[in-house]
């Protein structure tokens, strides 16, 4: 799926027409088993690589997220490889109670983290 998402040029060119930044594939290897590998452009020249994004930065991670997302809502070829609508996060292949629990995980994930960051240790 990552391979198809990545050399498939219809898909690069929306997200390069929506100002979706994202490395640009200069090769792929594909063996059996379903191992591959990628190597794409550096962007740590223009990018920096935050291990947890700082609370300020929150707006233009939105914007991209939403630009990204965006950019194929309704709208991906009828003939690509990519996985079916979802069926990477099916609620059904969810183990039971997970649901549930994500609140809880959320800020069990946040109280873990509130040392290392303002950005968790703010109220919910």
Avoid: Y
């Avoid at 640009?24 to 290897?29: K, S």
């Avoid at 379903?34 to 190597?39: E, S, V, Y």
């Amino acid at each position: 799926n990552e391979v198809a998402f990545l050399t498939d040029e219809r898909l690069q060119s929306a997200l390069r027409s929506r100002d979706v930044r994202v490395p640009e594939t200069a090769r792929v290897h594909v063996t059996e088993g379903k191992r591959f590998a990628i190597l794409t452009e550096s962007m740590s020249e223009s990018h920096v690589l935050l291990p947890v994004h700082p609370a300020p930065r929150t707006p233009e991670v939105i914007k991209w997220l939403a630009r990204f997302h965006g950019t194929f809502h309704g709208q991906i070829p009828g003939d690509h490889s990519l996985w079916d609508f979802g069926g990477h996060v099916h609620l059904d292949r969810r183990a039971p109670g997970e649901v549930e629990l994500l609140p809880s995980s959320i800020s069990n994930f946040c109280k873990a983290f509130e040392g290392q960051s303002a950005f968790f240790a703010r109220s919910e």
